[in-house]
Nanobody, 115 residues
Framework: QVQLVESGGGLVQPGGALRLSCAAS????????MGWYRQAPGKQRELVAT???????NYADSVKGRFTISRDNAKNTVYLQMNSLLPGDTAVYYC?????????WGQGTQVTVSS
């Protein structure tokens, strides 16, 4: 059974930082491209950042220079370091694993940026 379990969300003030983690099980983690997506209330889910099996990264323009995605294949975990957070970053953040026709999602973790 495939599981992607996100953690690390919470309430943070503008300008603060959070580190999200996504622990994967039931897959050969090193085979999968990994990504973080987010969905704010009333909006569509959008890409935040992705990382390939080889470590190449891609970011949404809105988070470039503030967020960093990384992966640890030994721990089957992908991370999202979020710095200089803005109220507009408030959303549920989802972890995604994809390989060939396989596509899996976590349950999401809430990030709220507010003073």
């Amino acid at each position: 059974q495939v599981q992607l379990v996100e953690s690390g969300g919470g309430l943070v003030q503008p300008g603060g930082a959070l580190r999200l983690s996504c622990a994967a099980s039931g897959i050969i983690f090193s085979f999968y491209g990994m990504g973080w997506y987010r969905q704010a209330p009333g909006k569509q889910r959008e890409l935040v950042a992705t990382i390939t099996t080889g470590g190449s990264t891609n970011y949404a323009d809105s988070v470039k220079g503030r967020f960093t995605i990384s992966r640890d294949n030994a721990k089957n975990t992908v991370y999202l370091q979020m710095n200089s957070l803005l109220p507009g970053d408030t959303a549920v953040y989802y972890c995604n694993a994809n390989w060939s026709k396989r596509d899996y999602w976590g349950q999401g973790t809430q990030v709220t940026v507010s003073s």
